[in-house]
């Protein structure tokens, strides 16, 4: 759908900080705004927070990977 458009500018947010230090707020070239992970650099609906947040505490390969480096030892315990 919207993957042919470009960063025109990142812009500066007050919204949750929380959230949106893992997030750049990007202007795009049809004028709508988007989350970009800083991390994955993977793009998002800025409207929804809970979104962002389950990326970066979930999906994000970044936190992903920090996890498993911060559990260092013994066999994955994965209750999927
Ligand atoms: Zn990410």
Known sequence: ??????VVMVLETKRN????KHFDLCLMTDN???ARCKGSV???????????KKHT???CPVTKAKNEKG???GTGSSNV
């Open 1 to 6: 759908m919207a993957c042919n458009d470009e």
């Open 17 to 20: 900080l929380t959230i949106w």
């Open 32 to 34: 709508h705004e988007m």
């Open 42 to 52: 993977k793009f998002m609906k800025a409207t929804v927070n809970s979104t962002l």
């Open 57 to 59: 505490e979930r999906h």
């Open 71 to 73: 559990e260092g030892s």
